[in-house]
C-alpha cells in the first residue's frame, strides 16, 4: 500500500482519538461534572487501532509501544460498561 494511504488511516486515527477529548468536554459540560461518556471509549480504541496500524507500517518501535497497551485498556473499559448494562 502507498504511503499516501498510511498518512490518510494515521491521520483519521488522530481524528478519531482527539474527537474522545471533544465528547468528554461536552459531555461533562452538559452534566455539570466530569463524567466519561461511551463513545469516548469507542474513539479511544478505533483512534488508537488505526495510530498503531501507521506505526507498524512505519515500523517506529516507540509509537508501537506507545499505542499497543491502549488496545487492552480501552477494549477492557468497553467490556466492562457492557457487563454492567448487562447485569443491571
Known amino acids: ?10 491521520f483519521i486515527g488522530q481524528t478519531f482519538f482527539s ?8 459531555a461533562s459540560e ?4 466530569s463524567i466519561i461518556p461511551f ?8 483512534g488508537s487501532s488505526l495510530l498503531l496500524s501507521y506505526a507498524i507500517y512505519r515500523k ?4 508501537i509501544l506507545g499505542q499497543a497497551p491502549n488496545l487492552f485498556i480501552y477494549s477492557r473499559n468497553i467490556y466492562l460498561i457492557k457487563k454492567k448494562d448487562v447485569t443491571n
Open 19 to 26: 474527537m474522545r477529548f471533544l465528547v468528554q468536554w461536552i
Open 39 to 46: 463513545s469516548f471509549w469507542i474513539f479511544s480504541l478505533l
Open 1 to 10: 500500500m502507498t504511503l499516501k494511504f498510511w498518512m490518510i488511516i494515521g
Open 30 to 33: 452538559k452534566a455539570g461534572k
Open 60 to 63: 517506529d518501535p516507540v509509537f
